[in-house]
Every structure is written in structure tokens, then in C-alpha cells.
């Protein structure tokens, strides 16, 4: 019998394809796209064992989506590439666009939070040129340390009401977060309405405004 090498390469297709079939693993990558980490502390923000999310960073590490280093005891997980933002990316895309329950989720527990249309980053990078609007990352510090929207201001979303001040009342806010589906942002645009501001979401996150290939900044030392 010849050998199927259209075979052969699907079989290799699969090893991605299977790592990518766990939530948690999604949810480490979309955590890695934020900035290197390590595992302790991907445990900690994933709400898993340090243990179970050891094992699952293996085998992403298996199937060539992430790499490491390590700094004395410690290993430091990071993406192999922008293109594994791009992965998961696309994946969102085509569930969105054929799975039912996506809507349903959305709408039962996003689209009540904040139903207005998101800001797409090619229109935010326009009205940033033109000194138009605030943008403002809410997630945690070490996050925007590792890599931000030019500009923006840093307040997570358990500082906001504290920090209100930091914002200027005059201009509209544009708040982003991890991804698109994250959370943070939109309690932080339902805040800011609140509390009378102009606030709308970006579409994505910052792993996809970086994969993009537009402008970040980082102020890690």
C-alpha cells in the first residue's frame, strides 16, 4: 500500500485541531496572548491547579502553540506566534457565524450589559490619531505592562470607580480588554454610562490589535 501523504499531513492537522478542543486550553491562550506568564500564574487567573494547568500547557506545547523558558525554578509560558492569536480568532469567527447558542449567550449575558455597536480597531486608530477619544485598558496591570493600546490609560475594572477622575468627562471612552467576549469591558462601558460618560468597547482585544499589526506600547522595565 503507497503511502497517503495527504493522510499523513491531516494526521498532523489533527494534533492542533485536538489540543484545541478544551475550553481551558482556549482560555490559556487567549491568558498567553496578553504576554508571557508563568505557569503559577496562568493557574491563578485560569482558576485551575497549578497541576491540571501544567498538563494542559503541555500539550499545547506538544502541538507547537506555545513555547517556554525558565528562570531559575520557575518556566515562563509564551504564544510560538502571532499566528496562534490569529487561530483562535478564526475559530471565534466561524462559531459565531454557524453555532446558534453563541447568539444565545451573547444576548443572555453580554448584549444586556451593552447591546450599542463595538468601535473596530481601524476606525479607534483613526479618531487616536485625532486626539478623539480616551482609551482605556481595564485589564489587570501586569497585563497592560506586558503590552497596550498607544496612549491608553490602565484602570482595571475593580479600580474604576475610584479612578473615574482619570478620565476626561469631555471625550468618549473606548474600553477594551482580553477579547472580544471579555467581560471587563463591557461592565466598564455599563460604569461609564453610569456615571454619565460617552463609553463604547472595542471590537476585539489586544491580542488581536497586535496581531494586526497595529501600534502597542509596553512600560515593563
Known sequence: MSFNVKHALFTQFARVGKVLGNAHRLALIEYLGQGERSVEALAQVAGL?????????????????????????????RLSGEDVVALLDAMRRVANRHLAEIDQLVDTY???????????????????????????????????A????????????????KQLA????????????????CVLSYDAVAELRRRGYQARRLEEGYPEWRSAGLPVEETRH
Open 49 to 77: 491547579s497549578v497541576a491540571n494547568t501544567s498538563q494542559h500547557l503541555q500539550q499545547l506545547r506538544q502541538a507547537g502553540l506555545v513555547e517556554t523558558r525558565r528562570e531559575g525554578q520557575r518556566i515562563y509560558y
Open 110 to 144: 453580554l448584549t444586556v450589559k451593552d447591546s450599542m455597536e463595538p468601535v473596530a480597531a481601524q476606525e479607534l486608530m483613526k479618531r487616536l490619531k485625532r486626539g478623539e477619544v480616551t482609551v482605556l485598558d481595564v485589564r489587570p496591570e501586569e497585563e497592560y
Open 146 to 161: 506586558a503590552g497596550h493600546l498607544p496612549g491608553a490609560v490602565n484602570i482595571p475594572l475593580d479600580s474604576l470607580e
Open 166 to 181: 482619570a478620565l476626561p468627562a469631555d471625550r468618549e471612552v473606548i474600553a477594551y480588554c482580553r477579547g472580544p467576549y
